[in-house]
């Protein structure tokens, strides 16, 4: 059972302006879905139907309400009256790029704006968003510290309880097959070293560099899964180095449960992320992770470490190499993968459960709000 609120009920309005339903997105259906389960009204409003459609099956209210870019003066009261017939008493802004009509608009109705920030790269860099993040921003909460010392860089002058880091939570959900049955649907050997990644197959999660490192690395299957517009170019990259029978494509799957439970090591190559949502899923699945140095890597997986078999690795640069060589040594360690699932299963146990997520988000939404 959910545990009581440690704030009074609160009516939270959030705003998801993106394109197509991804990591953050998920991200914030998720959190939205805790906080409803612990009395808390919410209520997600969408640029897209298919996000409001996807978000809806969280089991939280969702409806369609456009902001447009700058110039699209109308937004700002357009978000206005929606949340005033909502009677918001907090907005949750999702979409950096939107936050200029999404806190006017706020502020318009006489409600307390938290940005929630993903990308390491949604940063205060121009006069407008300094001017927001001063002045119509109430708190800025991330994921990862690097997030939160660059925009204490960029805004100096910020008071530092404004911005806060507020770590993922993840939660294993019920039915998920255990290795050998996930195995077995997948037409893997049982004794088979399987790694994997998981992501839109877009040119930002570079899969291409995880093709390059698992050809250099015999004595292993992986698996992608997921779709996307570069699909056909890393098929023609895995029939150009031979390695079809070895590397497989699933698709787009909408269940990513059984695919952890079937890897040994998930590897994630993007150019960049938040801190990824697959990061927090594999420690969860007890599946240790090979990472770029993506934002919230380093905290995920490196801090506070101190022994031989870590949680994952975060290697120096973004190049194939790296990855390459980090694969070689765990897949053909069987002790040193046992060593690190369990410490993937134990971090994420201890540092990245969901009722402490909940924890922090109602602390922080509660304080914004005065309750």
């Known amino acids: 059972m959910p545990e009581a609120p440690s704030v009074r009920p609160l009516r939270i309005a959030a705003h998801n302006g993106a394109p197509e339903w991804g990591g953050a997105e998920i991200a914030v259906s998720r959190l939205l879905a805790g906080l409803q389960q612990r009395g808390h009204t919410v209520h997600l409003f969408c640029n897209r139907p298919l996000v409001q459609e996807r978000a809806a099956a969280f089991g939280i209210e969702t409806s369609r309400l456009h902001v447009g870019g700058d110039v699209a003066l109308a937004s700002s009261f357009q978000v206005a009256r929606a949340l005033k017939r909502f009677e918001a008493e907090v907005l949750l802004v999702g979409t950096f790029r939107k936050t200029l009509h999404l806190a006017l608009g706020a502020r318009a109705a006489g409600v307390p704006v938290v940005s929630r920030i993903g990308q390491s790269t949604d940063l205060p ?5 300094r001017w927001l993040f001063r002045r119509a921003v109430d708190r800025v909460v991330v994921s990862a510290s690097d997030v939160a010392a660059a925009y204490r860089a960029a805004l100096p ?14 939660e294993v959900p019920d039915g998920v097959p255990d290795r050998s049955a996930a195995r077995a649907a997948l037409g893997l050997p049982e004794g088979a070293v399987v790694v994997g990644a998981v992501a839109r197959l877009v040119r930002e999660k570079r899969i291409d560099r995880f093709v390059e490192a698992v050809a250099r690395v015999p004595g292993c299957i992986a698996l992608i899964a997921g779709d996307g517009p570069e699909r056909e170019a890393l098929e023609r990259q895995v029939r150009l180095i031979g390695e079809i029978d070895r590397i497989r494509f699933l698709g787009h799957v909408n269940d990513p449960w059984p695919i952890f439970a079937a890897l040994d090591l998930l590897v994630i190559s993007s150019e960049r992320e938040s801190m990824a949502n697959i990061m927090m899923e594999a420690l969860a699945s007890a599946v240790p992770v090979i990472s770029t140095p993506v934002s919230g890597a380093r905290d995920v997986l490196v801090e506070g470490v101190d022994t031989a078999a870590p949680p994952g690795r975060v290697v120096a640069d973004y190049g194939a190499s790296g990855l390459g060589t980090a694969l070689q040594r765990i897949v053909h360690d069987p002790a040193l993968r046992r060593a690190m699932s369990a410490a993937a299963l134990e971090r994420a146990r201890s540092r990245y459960s969901m009722d402490g997520y909940l924890d922090r988000w109602e602390s922080e939404l509660g304080m914004v709000v005065g309750g």
Do not use: W
Request: glycine residues 6%; proline residues 11%; charged residues 35%.
């Open 125 to 129: 860099r121009n006069a407008k968003y």
């Open 157 to 170: 002058d910020l008071p530092d309880d404004r911005v806060v880091v507020v770590p993922k939570g993840i």
